[in-house]
């Protein structure tokens, strides 16, 4: 779920997309048409992201990855969430949204790549980078994302976050943005901040980090299990 999130035009320095279909072309050709794409002459490919969304394209994966230079980790995201990717050799992550009424695949895509831009590409002021995120997604996991703006008030945006069901095997990232960085209000919002992170299950894994950036906004990216 989002909320009052507005997309910025993204160009991957670092992430690679890919059909394995012609459903999954459709979709990365509206991204394309909305300013989200991958810059042809990146200075590396650290993801080659295959999105699948039928039958025949979850069969063609290694076939389509054939024919890329190789990733540091190659990532299936199912459009599709029943679809069954047979053959998971070399593949680090097999990623599907979670179901909600009304959600919209391309939405959460779109979400989730700018998740992935805002905290890998763009560093932010805590450690926070690649391989932080390669541990949230690794293996089979549904996503979700949910980021509100704030005023003045850190705490107005965390309380729109106290009702996702945080799970005991859950991994996820809790980031926030400020306008300009000022001591008394940093510290001011990383005490409402705290406050929230103590309410995860002591068996999950938490990341945090943030950045000075504009709109001020709080996001909760979540991956949780999907592993039998």
Avoid at 92 to 107: A, T, V
Wanted: with cysteine.
């Amino acid at each position: 779920m989002i909320m009052s999130l507005l997309m910025k035009e993204i160009a991957f320095d670092s992430l690679l997309l890919i059909a394995a279909d012609d459903v999954s072309q459709q979709a990365i050709n509206q991204l394309r048409s909305d300013g989200i794409c991958s810059i042809e002459n990146r200075s590396c490919t650290l993801i080659n992201m295959i999105l699948v969304s039928t039958a025949e394209g979850a069969e063609h994966v290694h076939q389509v990855l054939e024919n890329h230079e190789r990733a540091r980790k190659n990532v299936v995201v199912k459009m599709t969430p029943e679809l069954s990717i047979k053959d998971e050799s070399d593949i680090d992550s097999i990623l599907s949204f979670l179901p909600e009424p009304g959600s919209n695949p391309c939405m959460e895509l779109k979400y989730f790549l700018q998740v992935y831009h805002e905290n890998v590409e763009i560093h932010g002021m805590v450690g926070f980078d690649f391989r932080s995120f390669s541990d949230i997604i690794r293996g089979k996991n549904v996503v979700s994302v949910y980021s509100y703006e704030y005023q003045d008030d850190i705490a107005e945006s965390l309380s729109h976050l106290k009702p996702v069901n945080l799970k005991d095997n859950g991994k996820y990232l809790l980031s926030f943005t400020v306008g300009k960085y000022d001591e008394k209000t940093l510290s001011k919002h990383l005490a409402s901040f705290n406050e929230y992170m103590d309410t995860f299950p002591e068996e999950s894994c938490l990341y945090w980090t943030y950045r000075e950036a504009t709109p001020q906004k709080v996001t909760l990216f979540a991956s949780i299990s999907s592993e039998q």
